[in-house]
């Protein structure tokens, strides 16, 4: 298992901007897709986006397709969220997962569904005021 730790969460203004980051332990990126998710109040846990094991693939949802941005960084196990453009509706606890995954699926295996991830960071809030 990798163990997960999210940062960057805060308060931000309709409009402003938030880079989220998660750490990863225990295990190195290589062999990891990696996800963001979130969840509002009352609601279930959405896909925002999320990234091939090797860093080459990315898939976002459509909400935040041209807004968010996921990227990795090898060297100090870290994968980001930079958001943009931030709206209301983008207000939510945010989640870092990983999914292990097989050699030959490194390059195009970006899942998109919670039940797809074993591994999960204890989340950061956004608030996004209008």
């Known amino acids: 298992q990798v163990q997960l730790v999210e940062s960057g969460g805060g308060l931000v203004q309709a409009g402003g901007s938030l880079r989220l980051s998660c750490a990863a332990s225990?295990?190195?990126?290589?062999?990891?897709?990696m996800g963001w998710f979130r969840q509002a109040p009352g609601e279930g846990r959405e896909f925002v986006a999320a990234l091939s094991a090797s860093g080459d693939t990315a898939k976002y949802s459509d909400s935040v397709k041209g807004r968010f941005t996921i990227s990795m960084n090898i060297a100090n196990n870290t994968v980001n969220l930079q958001m943009t453009s931030l709206k209301p509706e983008d207000t939510a606890v945010y989640y870092c997962?990983?999914?292990?995954?097989?050699?030959?699926?490194?390059?195009?295996?970006?899942?998109?569904?919670?039940?797809?991830?074993?591994?999960w960071g204890q989340g950061t809030q956004v608030t996004v005021s209008s």
């Open positions: 225990g295990r190195t990126y290589a062999r990891y897709a």
């Open positions: 997962a990983a999914k292990s995954v097989e050699f030959g699926a490194l390059v195009l295996y970006v899942p998109d569904s919670v039940s797809h991830y074993g591994s």
